[in-house]
């Protein structure tokens, strides 16, 4: 025997109101970015870099960034559209691209990704698909 629900006025009045009358919910993403972030950005751009100068430089600017109580990073690496690889059969196109292995490079470094707290593409004001975000962590004292 099939139960049979029982929807109370009071239930479809809710629910009306709240289908009709939407409410701002909490995000918690954007409310991280507004309120935790100092108002200084740094930005590293790698247009031109090889992969070991990029992740040389990146080392380099997320270490400063921190020491400097920055939070907010933009690491601008291109989308590789111009990438010589296509003549190296030994190369992977994907992962040689800097979007790709920078991400990579800055988590399979334990030092860098202790100090990270989140990376995240860019919006398209940024640089879109050829940036990212990256929200360092505060220093402990």
Known sequence: MKKKSFITPKDKK???????????????DSSFEKNNINEETRKLDLHGYTLDQA??????????SFQDRVRKLIIITGKGLRSKVDNDPYRSKKMNILKNSVPEYIKNNIE???KVFKISKAD???????????????IKE
């Open 124 to 138: 398209l004001k940024d640089g879109g698909e050829g940036a990212l975000y990256i929200f360092l962590k505060t």
């Open 14 to 28: 809710d629910w009306f109101e709240f289908t009709t009358q939407p409410v701002k919910l909490y995000d918690k």
């Open 55 to 64: 992740n040389y430089e990146v080392r380099k600017f997320i270490e400063k």
């Open 112 to 114: 860098l990704n202790n």
